[in-house]
C-alpha cells in the first residue's frame, strides 16, 4: 500500500491549498481515508476523515468550515480542500488509511510521507 501525499506549500493568511493523497496498492472501497497533521512540538492530530465507499465526512472542530475532504474514486485519491488558512494551521500534513476510522492515529494502519503546509501572518 503507497500514499503519496502532495500539494503542500507556503500561503498567506486568508489564502488556500489543496492537498492531494493518490493511493494505490490495493481496494480502499471498505476504507476510511484521514488527513492528520504535526506542527513542531506538538502530537499528530486529527484533522479530517473520509468514508471510501459511503462519502461520510468527519472533521475537527479546528477545521469545520473552513476544510473540506472529498475523493475521486476513479483516481483513487483523497483530496483536502483548505481555505481560510491560519497561521495556526502551519504543520505536516499527513494522508493515512485505515479500516477502524475516528480520530487516533493508531487507527490508522498505512501513512503517507507528508506534505508540509506553512501559512505567513
Known amino acids: 500500500v503507497q500514499l503519496q501525499a502532495s500539494g503542500g506549500g507556503l500561503v498567506q493568511a486568508g489564502g488556500s491549498l489543496r492537498l492531494s493523497c493518490a493511493a494505490s496498492g490495493r481496494t480502499f472501497s471498505t476504507y476510511i481515508m484521514g488527513w492528520f497533521r504535526q506542527a513542531p512540538g506538538k502530537e499528530r492530530e486529527f484533522v479530517a476523515a473520509?468514508?471510501?465507499?459511503?462519502?461520510?465526512?468527519y472533521y475537527a472542530d479546528s477545521v469545520k468550515g473552513r476544510f473540506t475532504i472529498s475523493r475521486d474514486n476513479p483516481k483513487n485519491t483523497v483530496y483536502l480542500q483548505m481555505n481560510r488558512l491560519k497561521p495556526e494551521d502551519t504543520a505536516v500534513y499527513y494522508c493515512a488509511a485505515g479500516t477502524l476510522g475516528g480520530s487516533s492515529p493508531l487507527a490508522y494502519a498505512y501513512w503517507g510521507q507528508g506534505t508540509q503546509v506553512t501559512v505567513s501572518s
Open positions: 473520509i468514508r471510501w465507499s459511503a462519502g461520510s465526512t
